[in-house]
Structure formats: structure tokens, C-alpha cells
């Protein structure tokens, strides 16, 4: 085993150590049940570890992360992880966080050929598409980077808003809120994009399930 691999198991051990030192019940508690109130829908990027950035303990935060923090209506993964957060754990609260310098957007926005993630990447163009006019009016490359970062977590609150499982939940008058946020990786800072949907009346016509 390599001394990298060796290293994550000898911190492994201190961090379950300290644990248990600091409270004897910590894992007991863990094992018999999980009730998070929190549904982190966001990137893959290392420097973004979510239960860190928003001061959560284990087992208070549900996560999904992909790639750009993408929502697309046949990805099996991410549907079935919003389907169990809001049907069985009964989270109250689903969050969609980008962040700014996301390599995933910035890559959405070049005419290159980079493979497989060119498909997943698509779903980022379309937001590019949709908004041509705002990001062209945009003359420093960052700054546009990054208006496109907040627009795609504004379209993936959208599309978590489209699904049946949460207008089911609507539907049967289940407490449930969608949060657009972002992250900025040079101050280590949330920022609330100010969309909030709570429910149907909220979302178009055309994506209402129910009348």
C-alpha cells in the first residue's frame, strides 16, 4: 500500500479516536438512525467539502455531487438520491451550490473536444445558450465564468423544481424548500442567489404536474 493510502487510514483512526473521546456515543448514535433535515445537491471539486463549509455534523447532510452540480431529468443517480432524501429522510431543505471558478463551466464554455464529459457538459451549454445575450454583454472571461456558474445553479434548482418526486411532495403537503447558493472558493463564502421555491406557484405552467 502506498505511503498516501497508509496516511488516510492512520488519520482514519485518530479522527474515529477522537471521536469516541469526545463523546462515547457518537457512533452508536450514527449506526441506529439518520435524520438529516439537509439535502446538499453540488460539485465534485475537491476544495468544496460541503459538511465543512456549512459547519454540519455527520449525519446532519444528505450530499449528491457531480460534475458542475448538474440536475438532468434521466440521471437515475441524482433522482434517486432527491427520491430518498425527500420520501424517506423527509429533508425540509434542498440546496443546490455551485461555486465560482467551477472547472466543469468553464470548459462548458470552450469549442473543445475534451470525451465522454462533453455529454455530460452539454447540459451547461444549453444554460450558455439560453442566456448568449448577458454572458456576450460580459468582457472579462472570470466574470463571465462566473455569471454562468450562478445561472447553472439557477437552472438546476429548476429542473430539482420539475421533478415529480418534489411536486409530489408539494402535492401531499410536504414542508420542502429549493435554495439556489454558491460558493466562492477565495473566501471560503456562500452566497444565497435569492431563489427560493417552496412551491408549484412558483414554477411555470408548462412544468406543473398538478392542476
Known amino acids: 500500500m502506498s505511503r498516501l493510502l497508509d496516511e488516510c487510514f492512520a488519520a482514519n483512526r485518530q479522527w474515529a479516536a477522537a471521536a469516541v473521546a469526545k463523546d462515547p456515543g457518537y457512533f452508536k448514535r450514527l449506526e441506529a438512525i439518520q ?3 439537509l439535502l446538499w445537491i453540488g460539485c465534485s471539486d475537491s476544495r468544496l467539502p460541503p459538511n465543512e463549509i456549512i459547519g454540519r455534523a455527520s449525519g446532519e447532510l444528505f450530499v449528491h455531487r457531480n460534475v458542475a452540480n ?3 431529468h434521466t440521471d437515475v443517480n441524482c433522482l434517486s438520491v432527491l427520491q430518498y432524501a425527500v420520501d424517506v429522510l423527509q429533508v425540509k431543505h434542498v440546496i443546490v451550490c455551485g461555486h465560482y471558478g467551477c472547472g466543469g463551466v468553464r470548459a462548458a464554455m470552450q469549442a473543445q473536444r475534451l470525451g465522454l ?3 455530460w457538459l452539454r447540459h ?3 444554460v450558455h445558450l439560453w442566456n448568449r445575450e448577458e454572458l456576450s454583454a460580459i468582457e472579462d472571461p472570470d466574470a463571465r465564468a462566473n455569471r454562468l456558474a450562478e445561472l447553472n445553479v439557477e437552472a438546476q434548482v429548476a429542473n430539482v423544481c420539475h421533478t415529480t418526486i418534489v411536486q ?9 424548500t429549493v435554495h439556489a447558493w454558491i460558493y466562492a472558493l477565495g473566501d471560503g463564502l456562500i452566497r444565497d442567489l435569492g431563489m427560493v421555491i417552496s412551491s408549484p406557484d412558483q414554477i411555470p405552467p408548462e412544468y406543473r404536474l398538478f392542476a
Open 35 to 37: 435524520r438529516p433535515e
Open 124 to 126: 451547461i451549454r444549453d
Open 70 to 72: 448538474v440536475v438532468e
Open 168 to 176: 409530489d411532495a408539494w402535492q401531499r403537503g410536504q414542508s420542502l
Open 117 to 119: 464529459i462533453d455529454n
